[in-house]
Every structure is written in C-alpha cells, then in structure tokens.
C-alpha cells in the first residue's frame, strides 16, 4: 500500500514538473497570431454579405437541430423495455418544446435585448415582446435569431429526460418541461443572452456565456437533478443498505453513435453561435469545442482504467459530452491549450459527480445527465472567468491578471443554482404532492413502452 501511494506522489510530482511548464508557455504565446481574424478579414478583396450570414446561421441551426438524434441514441443506456419512451420524451423536447418557445420563451428571454425588430421592451429581469412573432418581430432577421434559438431550446427537455428515464409519468414530463422552459430557462436566459441584469453587472464586466454552459446545460442539468430526485430511484437500484447496483443499457453502440452525432452537432452549436460567417473566430471556436471534447473522453478512458483495469466506453462518450458542455460557455474566448485543460477537467468532474451522486445523495441519474450537463455547465461558467485571454470581446480571465469577469461568472454561477435549483424544486416536487409524477410498480416492472405508448421498440 505504501509502495502505490508513494507511485502515485512521484507521478504526481512528475506531472507538476512537467506540465506547470507546459502551461506557462502556452499562455506566453497564446497572442502570437491574428487570433480575432480583423486583419485577416480586412485584408480580404470583399466583405461576406449578408446572406451568407443567414446561410451560416440557418445551416448551424440545422445541424443543431440533428443533435437530437444523438439524444435519442444515447437511449441505449436504459432498459430496452423502456426505449421507446425515453425517445418520445426526447421527440416532444423537440416538438413541443419548440411551440413552447415560439409562444413564450423567445419572447420572456429576447424582449428588450432590442438584438432584432419587435425586441424592444422589456428590463433587465425579464423580457415582454416578441410573444408568437407577430408584429414587428414578422422580420427576417428576428425570425433567423428565433430559428436558430428554437433548436437550442430543445435541449432542455432532453437534458431532463435522461434524469428521470424509466419511471415518470409522460404527462407530468409535458407539464414539467412546459414550466421549466417558461419559468427556469427563459427568465434565466435573459439575463445572460438577453441583455438581463447578470450581462449588464454594475461594475463594468458582464456575465459572458458564448455557448450556453450555463443558460442551457447547467440550468437544464440542475432541473434534472430535481426531476430525479422527485421520483426517487428505479427499482433495484439501490439495496436496503443504500449500496448501488449496476442496471446496465441495452445497447452500447447506439450511446457511441450517439455521442458522435452529438460532437458533430456541436461544432455547428459553438462555432454557429457567433451568429455571422464573417466572424473568423469561428474557427477557433470550432477547434477549442472539439479539443475539449476529445479530452474529456480520452482522460475518463485512462481514468477508469487506471481504476478498474476495464475500458468503459460507455464512461468515455460521457467524459466527451461533459467537454463539450465545459467548453460551450469560454468557447469564443480561450486559446485551444486552454480547452484542453477544460475539457479533461471536465471529464475527471464528470467522473466525480457521478460518484456523488450515485453513492452520497443516492439520486438515480439513468444517463448521467446531471455529471454532464448540470455540473459541467456550472464548470463551463467558471472556466469564463478563469482562462479567457483578451484576445476576443475583450473578455479577460484570471490568467491575464485580471479578477473581474471572474467574480461576474462566480455571480452567474450561484444565480443559476439558486433559480433553476429553486424553482426546479418547486415544479418537480409540487407536481408530485398533486397530480403525481411516477408511474406504478406494475408499469414500471413490465415496462413504460407497452404500458404508455401500447407498443414495445423493439417487438420480438
């Protein structure tokens, strides 16, 4: 025991000696190059116009709208008698979700932000234009934000039906998402993208959220987190003495393709965020999102094996979606060495969380939803403020000295917890004193597809 703790001190040291200096000179050649793209844009024969900003936009939003599918697969880690309905809540997060926020959402989040026509009214709270896209906001240019905002939006819902998988009630999952897009994800999301109080703090320095680790993940993963809660575990999760057991997936092959379609969608989801072809730093953004994806992946491969000896892929597709979730926030503002870092501390805190929350809060999380996005969201929040390096929106980290952004991202941080954890609290727990949220033991043992949908996913 000795001789393996002293392995793992030297190992330690080794990676202290070597890496601090990798770090510090990462940092002193993060600005060596047009890392903005103005010079390069200004020396080019023509602006890109207009419509190729549509384009882009609306050929991000299309692929974003295609990371569904990747949620839908990562149904392969629930039971197969339940895959049908872990698919059709993630089909009504695309569906009604959508009509959600075409009635409500874009509205209560974008009203006032005045960042299209119709936008106009509103305060630094919440915003009241823009309701079904009527009147002024009729116009292209804010039905392209809307577009491309939608997508996003969906996510929501698919976040939180990967937390209360095999055991709600499909009727209380409707009603729930319908209060969490309106209440949690609107109201927060305006005062981050839409020029709410976090984005406009009193002392100079807003609340920066380039991708939405915390507008989209972090809130979404913290109302999951109470979802799960809410309806206690599957049964046989958990033995009499609190001890977890293992209820494996069905089908490994969809989660690893699923997480491929999702790393592939998320490209499109960061670098698409700039909302303009003619914003260069677009490939920066590109390059940081997959860095800090496969990183996470990669550190999680290595950490369960170091652990168990054993190659869990299943583990790894997670550590890579809590790379992205980290990286979706500081994306636009990092150099690439940067989302490295973010990308496997994401992973090693993926890895973490779920330990905690498996085996110290005893919350059965079926897909590991609240590890990835919900903790990771809170991380992407941070890491904002800790490695942004000047060289885009002039937003400045703690590594150029400064101290500022950070203490506005530690304020985005606990505001989230404090809302979406609240009032999450308030939905899941308050829909279960009423119209009840879990199916009965009965549906839950013979399984939610025949029981709910009157059909099996896959009929024998």
Not at 57 to 63: E, N, S
Not at 182 to 189: C, H
Not at 246 to 263: C, R, S
């Amino acid at each position: 025991m000795r001789n393996i703790s002293w392995m793992k001190l030297k190992s330690l040291g080794w990676l202290i000696l070597y890496g601090l200096p990798l770090v510090f000179f990462c940092m002193r050649n993060s600005h060596a190059g047009d890392s903005n793209g103005a010079l390069t844009f200004s020396l080019s024969l023509e602006g890109l116009n207009v419509a190729g900003n549509f384009v882009w936009v609306l050929m991000a939003a299309f692929l974003i709208l295609f990371m569904q599918a990747g949620f839908v697969l990562l149904g392969g880690l629930v039971n197969s008698k339940n895959m049908l309905s872990y698919m059709t809540h993630c089909f009504m997060a695309t569906t009604a979700g959508t009509l959600i926020f075409w009635l409500f959402g874009f509205a209560l989040m974008f009203g006032g932000s005045e960042l299209g026509s119709g936008l106009d009214k509103g305060n630094s709270f919440i915003g009241y234009s823009g309701f079904m896209l009527l009147g002024e906001t009729y116009d292209v240019k804010t039905v392209l934000l809307f577009v491309f905002m939608a997508v996003v939006a969906t996510f929501i819902g698919s976040i939180i039906a990967g937390a209360i998988a095999e055991r709600m009630k499909f009727s209380a999952y409707l009603l729930a998402c319908f209060l969490v897009y309106t209440l949690v994800y609107s109201f927060y999301g305006h005062w981050v993208w839409g020029e709410g109080w976090l984005a406009k703090l009193p002392f100079g320095v807003g609340a920066k959220d380039f991708a939405g680790s915390g507008v989209v993940h972090a809130a979404g993963g913290i109302c999951a987190f109470m979802g799960a809660w809410a309806l206690g575990p599957r049964i046989g999760r958990f033995n009499p003495d609190g001890s977890a057991n293992a209820l494996p997936g069905h089908n490994i092959a969809y989660v690893i393709l699923g997480t491929i379609i999702l790393a592939f969608g998320w490209l499109a989801y960061d670098a698409g965020s700039t909302l303009a072809i003619s914003d260069l730093r677009s490939s920066i953004i590109a390059a940081n999102t997959f860095l800090s994806g496969v990183a996470g992946a990669v550190i999680v491969i290595l950490y369960y094996y170091i652990k168990t000896k054993k190659v869990n892929v299943a583990e790894a597709c997670n550590g890579s979606l809590a790379g992205f979730v980290a990286i979706s926030g500081p994306c636009a503002y990092v150099a690439p060495w940067a989302a490295v870092i973010i990308g496997i501390a994401g992973g090693l805190l993926m890895c973490w969380s779920t330990w905690l929350i498996e085996h110290k809060f005893r919350v059965d999380d079926p897909l590991g939803a609240v590890s990835v996005h919900g903790a990771n969201g809170l991380w992407g929040l941070l890491a904002v403020g800790i490695f942004a390096d000047g060289s885009y929106g002039n937003v400045n980290g703690l590594i150029t000295g400064s101290g500022q952004q950070f203490f506005a991202q530690l304020i985005a941080f606990l505001a989230v917890i404090v809302w979406a954890g609240g009032l999450g609290f308030a939905i899941f727990f308050g829909l279960k004193h009423t119209i009840g949220i879990r199916v009965s033991k009965t549906e839950e043992i013979d399984g939610l597809d025949i029981n709910i949908h009157g059909t099996k996913c896959y009929p024998s």
